[in-house]
Antibody
Framework: QVQLVESGGGVVQPGGSLRLSCAAS????????MHWVRQAPGKGLEWVAF????????YYADSVKGRFTISRDNSKNTLYLQMNSLRAEDTAVYYC??????????WGQGTLVTVSS | DIQMTQSPSAMSASVGDRVTITCRAS??????LAWFQQKPGKVPKRLIY???SLQSGVPSRFSGSGSGTEFTLTISSLQPEDFATYYC?????????FGQGTKVEIK
C-alpha cells in the first residue's frame, strides 16, 4: 500500500534552514508528481510546492518562492523540501502528498516545523 | 493567482440536517475542484475530486457539484462522524489554492 513518511522537522531559529524528507513506498515513485502542503497551528491548509515525476518542472506558492526548493531523488524514492530564510509564519505541519485520480489522493502523517528564537 | 472563497467559515448543524458548503473561484477553473475533510489532529482526507466524483470509500451522503466558478459540497444527512472542517481546493492552475475552510460543529 502507498506509504509517505515525512521527517526532518524540528525547531529552527528565524533566518535558519531546514530540509524535510518524504520517503515513499508502495508505488512507482518515479512515475508520479509530488506535492508539499502545510498547515500552521490552528489554521487552514496551504499548498506549498509541486515537482513533476522527473523533476523537470517545479511550482511554488508565492509565500515560499525564492526561499524553498522542492527536489526529488528517484533512486532513493525520496522527496525533499529545502527551506531557507525561515520565518515565524513558516511554522506548520508539513505534509507530502501524491495525486491519485485527481489531486492529493494520498497524504503522509506530516512533520512539524517550528521557527522560533 | 486564483482565489478560493469558501462559505460559511463555520456553521452549527444537527444530526440529520442537510448541509451545503460553497466555494467560489476568482476565475473559471472548469471542474478542477476537490473537497477535503479534516478532523482535529488528523490528516486531511479527500472526499470529492473533479467537482463531483466521489472518492472510493466515502459515504454516498456526500456529493459535489459545480463548474466554472461556483461549487458546492452537500452532506444530505449529517452524521456524528461528519463534524469536521471541510476545505475546497482548485487545481486548475499553479499555484494551487485552498479555500479557508468551513468548520461544521454540533448544534
Amino acid at each position: 500500500q502507498v506509504q509517505l513518511v515525512e521527517s526532518g522537522g524540528g525547531v529552527v531559529q528565524p533566518g535558519g534552514s531546514l530540509r524535510l524528507s518524504c520517503a515513499a513506498s508502495g508505488f512507482t515513485f518515479s512515475s508520479y508528481g509530488m506535492h508539499w502542503v502545510r498547515q500552521a497551528p490552528g489554521k487552514g491548509l496551504e499548498w506549498v510546492a509541486f515537482i513533476r515525476y522527473d523533476g523537470s518542472n517545479k511550482y511554488y506558492a508565492d509565500s515560499v518562492k525564492g526561499r524553498f526548493t522542492i527536489s526529488r531523488d528517484n533512486s532513493k524514492n525520496t522527496l525533499y523540501l529545502q527551506m531557507n530564510s525561515l520565518r515565524a509564519e513558516d511554522t506548520a505541519v508539513y505534509y507530502c502528498a501524491k495525486d491519485l485520480l485527481g489531486p492529493l489522493g494520498y497524504w503522509g502523517q506530516g512533520t512539524l516545523v517550528t521557527v522560533s528564537s | 493567482d486564483i482565489q478560493m472563497t469558501q462559505s460559511p467559515s463555520a456553521m452549527s448543524a444537527s444530526v440529520g440536517d442537510r448541509v451545503t458548503i460553497t466555494c467560489r473561484a476568482s476565475q473559471g477553473i472548469s471542474n478542477y475542484l476537490a473537497w477535503f475533510q479534516q478532523k482535529p489532529g488528523k490528516v486531511p482526507k479527500r472526499l470529492i475530486y473533479a467537482s463531483s466524483s466521489l472518492q472510493s470509500g466515502v459515504p454516498s451522503r456526500f456529493s459535489g457539484s459545480g463548474s466554472g466558478t461556483e461549487f458546492t459540497l452537500t452532506i444530505s444527512s449529517l452524521q456524528p462522524e461528519d463534524f469536521a472542517t471541510y476545505y475546497c481546493l482548485q487545481h486548475n492552475s499553479y499555484p494551487w489554492t485552498f479555500g479557508q475552510g468551513t468548520k461544521v460543529e454540533i448544534k
